[in-house]
């Protein structure tokens, strides 16, 4: 699976769009990227994935670039509850059954 | 459904004690995976079952871990003899498929004194 890089950590005021960026240059025709989060002492949490079109859910945005070597992750209002950090991590569709292999993430601090 | 379920939540043992971390995963999902998460390594893969089989275990630390998974709602994750740095948060996830969406536990956070 294709390697990730993100920032260690971001802010954010409450309220206002957070954009946490991922780079994925070395990423395959056939990988997909995910983003999970973790809030502080509890287990990872599915946000959100896609291929190589935008795509939304009631969590989040995500934006992949036309080349696809990187994305987007967009939580459009934040609130302080999504003080989290926050995970890029792309896999093959069919990879052995969903492994993931988790980085080491951006730690987003949304404060009010 | 409860979503994935992991007892104990807090484990304090001694260094050479056996220790038994166990996990129900959703009721449905055919993958379960056991993660280790430390402050030094991050969260790490240890081992994941499809349909109770073992599919990989490359992330197994060494023959002091053990799993099993005797039925699709029950697995566990067996360290004999525990060590002061086994400690950490372990989590179990479980998943449908190879869509790659796991849910994870709330985590077992064991310490070896």
């Known amino acids: 699976d294709a390697k990730t890089t993100q920032p260690p950590s971001m802010d954010c005021a409450e309220g206002r769009a957070a954009n946490l960026p991922c780079n994925h240059s070395t990423i395959s025709g056939n990988e997909y990227v995910y983003w999970y989060r973790q809030i502080h002492s509890q287990g990872p949490q599915y946000i959100i994935h896609g291929l190589k079109n935008n795509e939304t859910n009631e969590m989040a945005s995500l934006i992949i670039t036309e080349d696809r070597k990187s994305s987007t992750l967009i939580l459009p209002h934040a609130t302080l509850r999504d003080t989290a950090v926050y995970y890029c991590i792309v896999r093959v569709a069919t990879n052995q059954g969903g492994k993931l292999i988790f980085g080491q993430g951006t730690e987003l601090s949304v404060k009010p | 459904d409860a979503g994935v379920i992991q007892s104990p939540r807090h484990e304090v043992t001694e260094m050479g004690q056996e220790v038994t971390l166990r996990c129900k995963p959703i009721s449905g999902h055919d993958y379960l995976f056991w993660y280790r998460q430390t402050m030094m390594r991050g969260l790490e893969l240890l081992i994941y079952f499809n349909n109770n089989v073992p599919i990989d275990d490359s992330g197994m630390p060494e023959d002091r871990f053990s799993a099993k998974m005797p039925n699709a709602s029950f697995s566990t994750l067996k360290i004999q003899p525990s060590e002061p740095r086994d400690s950490a948060v372990y989590f179990c996830?479980?998943?449908?498929?190879?869509?790659?969406?796991?849910?994870f536990g709330p985590g077992t956070r064991l310490t070896v004194l």
């Open positions: 996830a479980s998943s449908y498929g190879t869509s790659g969406e796991q849910f």
